[in-house]
C-alpha cells in the first residue's frame, strides 16, 4: 500500500510539473539561420557576434535612418493562445538606444491605426531580454483590442531618423 501511495503521489506531481511549464514557440529561430523578409532602411545579417555561447548565431540588425525589419505574413501567424511575446536584444554601445520599438499588425490586412500596436521602448546598454505582453492590449487607437489570432505582420522599428545597430539573438512567444 505504501508502495501505490508513493507511485501515486510521484505521478500526480509529474503531472503538475508538467503542467506548470511555460508552453513556447519560436517566432524567429536566428540559430537556425532564420532572418526577417521585410525591411526598409535596414540590413540585417547573420553573424557570430554577441552570442550566448560559441556555436550560436545573432541578428545584426543595422538601421540607416527611420524604418522597420520584421516578417510579412509570419509562418507562425497565429499568436493565439500565447500571452507574451519575448526578445534578447544586445546593444553594443555604452549609450541607450531610444525611439525603437516592435510593431504588431493584427488581422486585418490594413496599417491603420485601429489594426497596430506599437510598442515603445529603450534599449539599454549591453544584453536584455524584452517582454511584451499581448493580452489585453488595445491598438494604436486606444480602444480596439490588439486581434492575434492571425498576425499580418510584425517588425523591429527604428521611429527617429537615427543611425543605430543592435543585435537580436530570438525571438518568441510564451504562454
Same mark, same amino acid.
Not at 491605426?113 to 487607437?141: H, M, Q, Y
Given at each position: ?10 505521478g ?37 557576434? $554577441?552570442?550566448?555561447?560559441? #556555436?550560436?548565431?545573432s541578428?545584426k540588425?543595422e ?5 522597420w525589419? #520584421?516578417?510579412?505574413?509570419p ?5 493565439? #493562445?500565447?500571452?507574451k ?16 520599438g ?12 485601429? $489594426? ?9 546598454a #549591453? ?15 486606444g480602444?480596439?483590442p490588439?486581434?492575434?489570432s ?11 531618423d ?14
Amino acid at each position: 500500500m505504501k508502495k501505490f501511495c508513493f507511485s501515486a503521489i510521484a505521478g500526480i506531481l509529474m503531472f503538475l510539473a508538467a503542467g506548470a511549464a511555460a508552453k513556447s514557440t519560436m517566432i524567429l529561430n536566428v540559430n537556425k539561420g532564420e532572418l526577417p523578409d521585410d525591411s526598409n532602411e535596414c540590413n540585417v545579417s547573420l553573424t557570430e557576434e $554577441n552570442v550566448a555561447k560559441e #556555436g550560436e548565431f545573432s541578428m545584426k540588425v543595422e538601421f540607416n535612418k527611420a524604418g522597420w525589419l #520584421g516578417m510579412f505574413k509570419p509562418k507562425k501567424g497565429s499568436w493565439s #493562445g500565447f500571452k507574451k511575446l519575448k526578445f534578447i536584444i544586445v546593444n553594443p554601445t555604452d549609450s541607450v538606444i531610444k525611439d525603437v520599438g516592435f510593431c504588431v499588425k493584427g488581422a486585418k490586412m490594413t496599417n491603420t491605426s485601429e $489594426n497596430r500596436k506599437d510598442f515603445k521602448f529603450e534599449i539599454p546598454a #549591453g544584453k536584455k531580454e524584452f517582454t511584451l505582453n499581448l493580452v489585453g492590449e488595445v491598438c494604436n487607437d486606444g480602444k480596439s483590442p490588439l486581434d492575434i489570432s492571425q498576425v499580418y505582420i510584425w517588425n523591429f522599428d527604428n521611429y527617429a531618423d537615427q543611425k543605430v545597430s543592435f543585435y537580436v539573438q530570438k525571438v518568441w512567444l510564451e504562454d
